[in-house]
């Protein structure tokens, strides 16, 4: 899940997440990471000093500088290959203290590109802090998964970036969730073409390895503890990182704090009611604007976004960038564009030329930029240019990395026999979210099963304090995941309560904002329990729990 978007539409591919055409999602054999004990001689890697240059990448800003940093393909087997990650940083204005990491969340967003884009939000770190990017293993510049899509865009627990396909077909190629038969054997297929388009990353994705990465990047950055910035994701991430290094652990700030115990079925489904009280919130600021294209009538306003996205699914329109646009494709742009109350006009106005125009742009701005996919062979481990990034990256790597961090894999049987039942929940859940998220809950099927690590190890903590942001409107990470990894955790968690709306805190609340920049900054963290106001209410932080 990623952090709230703030970058230009035709990057998202690179940049930020959401879900996406059902096509797209599926993302290949994943293996189970294998964490701890015995681990061969890694010397060489932590041995490795960063070397930044300039940018050659024209997405980039100019004064963005770049380093790559290379890690083991296989801990266990490091002799047997290598993978280069990208690094991007801005420069500590000042005096540096070292280097804090950011991650924006996704999974299978380019932590690279997306610095470039938001990097202004982050200016105020780099009082004391070179700030860096990076692309974790399958993502973005770094030896990125695909599944050989043609268009398309990312996906995301949370949202979606929806996109069409010339390769594998549409949204609609992929039975729902009604025909469970139809589906598991489109799944097996996706499996086969997505390993055909990944190479060797593919087998050892996930956020095990990912953390360990992390480790390796913070000693070439000559750090002796990793500070660190996560968003949604990204603080699954961290968390992860936190258990396997515990005392490599220094500021280390949690925003959008995912969930490390919950099955994918629960996780979709509390995914789809926080995507629906969003939809209803803008519903109701809509039907206030004699601009709304669904009406001054609130319940009718309901009806007709339900409406709109059957008769899509039924009825695909031509897209402005090839290929269909499905109502699956429009519940993709829609999660996208709920994301924050500051991203509500822009929407209103892309429905609008949706439903009275028939023009798809608006709405696909919020998820694809249509980029055709290189679709030549796997790449060796090497770092690739913005260019050659394929556009399903972020939604192969979203389910590549969520598959091989699950160790939940129901039988044929199972989900057959279950999905009538799941099918009525969901629905009760989101209309208007529903189809899609089921279907997601299925994509790891016919997938080796993933890593217990996480939720078997990543609980009582024994590292330096963390700070947790959790936002009691956030639609893709609800607020309970927030108190449930932090108890998790344990005692090193800081539990800090914004009682705003939108996906994340730091980049639309200042009081998030500045009180994470306190930790991370001048090691400042605010009592556990202490809250933060709704933005149309900024004030100071009340030091009180609920």
């Known amino acids: ?22 096509t797209l999602l599926g993302a ?40 790559k940093v290379t890690v083991p393909l296989d801990y266990a087997r490091p002799a047997e290959g290598t993978i280069d990650l990208a690094l991007s940083r801005y420069r500590a204005t000042g005096r540096s203290r070292g280097s804090v990491l950011l991650n924006f969340g996704g ?28 692309d974790p293993r399958g993502v973005g510049r770094s030896s990125p998964v695909s599944c050989g899509e043609g268009t398309g865009g990312g996906a995301d627990d949370g949202s979606t970036d929806a996109g069409s396909t010339d390769d594998g077909g549409s949204a609609d190629d992929i039975p729902d969730a009604g025909r469970p038969q139809a589906l598991l054997k489109a799944l097996k297929q996706l499996t086969v073409r997505c390993a055909a388009h990944s190479g060797p990353v593919l087998s050892h994705i996930g956020t095990v390895n990912a953390s360990r990465d992390l480790d390796v990047i913070r000693q070439a950055l000559g750090d002796e503890k990793l500070n660190y910035l996560g968003f949604s994701y990204g603080t699954r991430l961290g968390a992860v990182y936190a258990a396997q290094f515990p005392h490599k652990v220094g500021r280390m700030a949690l925003d959008g704090v995912d969930t490390l115990t919950e099955s994918p079925a629960e996780q979709g489904m509390a995914g789809a009611r926080g995507q629906q009280t969003a939809l209803d919130d803008f519903l109701d600021w809509c039907v206030t604007d004699v601009a709304c294209p669904f009406g001054q009538d609130r319940r009718k306003a309901g009806d007709a976004v339900v409406r709109l996205v059957r008769s899509l699914d039924e009825h695909p329109v031509v897209s402005d960038f090839g290929g269909p646009f499905s109502g699956q494709d429009l519940v993709g ?154 108890k998790r955790l344990g005692p090193s968690a800081v539990v800090l309560d914004n009682r705003g709306d939108g996906h994340t805190g730091y980049s639309s609340s200042r009081c998030v904002h500045g009180k994470v920049d306190d930790f991370l900054l001048y090691g400042t963290l605010p009592a556990d329990g202490s809250s933060c106001p709704a933005d149309d209410d900024r004030g100071s932080v009340t030091d009180s729990p609920d």
């Open 1 to 22: 899940m990623p952090a709230n978007p703030r970058t230009r539409p035709a990057v998202r591919r690179c940049a930020g997440a959401g879900a996406v055409a059902l």
């Open 28 to 67: 290949g054999l994943p293996a189970a990471a294998a964490a701890g004990g015995g681990e061969p001689d890694l010397t060489r890697f932590y041995r490795q000093k960063a070397r930044w240059v300039v940018c050659k990448d024209v997405e980039l800003p100019k004064d963005m500088q770049c380093a």
């Open 107 to 134: 999974p299978g967003g380019s932590g690279v590109s997306q610095l470039g884009l938001a990097g202004k939000d982050f200016m105020s770190l780099t009082n004391g802090y070179d700030v860096v990017g990076f």
């Open 333 to 486: 742009a829609l999660g996208q564009g709920l994301y924050g109350k500051e991203l509500w006009p822009r929407l209103e106005r892309a429905l609008a030329s949706l439903i009275e125009d028939g023009d798809t742009r608006g709405v696909q701005n919020f998820a694809s930029g249509g980029y055709a996919v290189p679709l030549g062979p796997p790449h060796n481990g090497g770092l690739v240019g913005s260019a050659d990034i394929p556009a399903d990256n972020l939604s192969a790597a979203l389910m590549a990395i969520n598959c091989a961090d699950d160790p939940d894999r129901p039988s044929a049987e199972q989900l057959t026999r279950d999905v009538a039942r799941l099918n009525e929940a969901y629905q009760r859940a989101s209309p208007v979210f529903g189809r899609l998220r089921l279907t997601q809950v299925m994509l790891c099927y016919g997938r080796p099963r993933g890593t217990d690590f996480i939720r078997d190890k990543v609980k009582d903590v024994d590292s330096a304090r963390m700070l947790l942001v959790g936002t009691r409107g956030d639609p893709a990470t609800p607020y309970a995941w927030t108190i449930e990894t932090a």
